[in-house]
């Protein structure tokens, strides 16, 4: 079965310090799911990314699939105390992207401090 | 639209006794699906369904049961808790599972504690 694994586990970082978290399947990805989850609360989606070598930014999370590396990579610039939490991809569990039966990887906590 | 709604938040049980959760989506989202999240596990799925009247297993649905009789509820029952159980059980939906551009929506999650 497919697993994903995120590296780091956990991360505390300055404000304004930029940082990455990254996401390796142990498949081929066809897609992959990026999630962030405050304390206390559901998940919240970030952007989903299909092609390989497709990259997607959103305010100052910027997120890439490199299909050749069974991975993908999350980059925060100029982190903020907002960006605090819970980051989690997901991939469907036979490596479509398909929503199917979505599998997660274990989480990222980020703390940053002010 | 309020989204993936679950109830209740909070819920402490002993151990042998039976509950349903709750959860309603008002997205009319065909897939809907429950995960538990464990400290250090990530999420895992337990059931999952592709629409009215279709269920199926994820991967941990020992000692849990579904159901989908309308397209809005998929409550999730707990026949006999066990401590093992204890968690906090997030619901999911989103409107197909056949498109890529669907991603999962979630509900704010039940925790769930079993003594």
């Known amino acids: 079965s497919q697993e994903l694994e995120q590296s780091p586990q956990s991360l505390i970082v300055q404000e304004g310090k930029n940082l990455t978290i990254n996401c390796t399947s142990s498949k081929t990805l066809y897609g992959l799911y990026w999630y962030k989850q405050k304390y206390g609360e559901g998940l919240i989606f970030l952007m989903m990314l299909q092609k390989g070598g497709e990259e997607k930014s959103h305010e100052k999370i910027t997120a890439k699939l490199d299909e050749k590396k069974q991975q993908s990579s999350l980059h925060i610039t100029a982190s903020q105390p907002s960006h605090a939490g819970i980051y989690l991809c997901g991939a469907g569990a036979y490596g479509s992207s398909n929503t199917g039966k979505l599998i997660f990887g274990q989480g990222t906590t980020l703390q940053v401090k002010p | 639209n309020a989204g993936v709604t679950q109830t209740p938040k909070f819920q402490v049980l002993k151990t042998g006794q039976s509950m349903t959760l709750q959860c309603a989506q008002d997205?009319?989202?065909?897939?809907m699906s429950w995960y538990r999240q464990d400290p250090g596990m990530g999420l895992r799925l337990i059931h999952y369904?592709?629409?009215?009247?279709?269920?199926d297993q994820g991967e941990v649905p020992n000692g849990y049961n579904v159901s989908r009789s309308t397209t809005e509820d998929f409550p999730l029952r707990l026949l006999s808790a066990a401590p093992s159980q204890t968690s906090v059980y997030f619901c999911?939906?989103?409107?197909?599972?056949?498109?890529?551009?669907?991603?999962?929506?979630f509900g704010n999650g039940t925790r769930l504690t079993v003594t």
């Open positions: 369904s592709v629409g009215a009247g279709i269920t």
């Open positions: 997205m009319n989202h065909e897939y």
């Open positions: 999911a939906s989103s409107y197909s599972t056949r498109s890529r551009n669907s991603p999962l929506h």
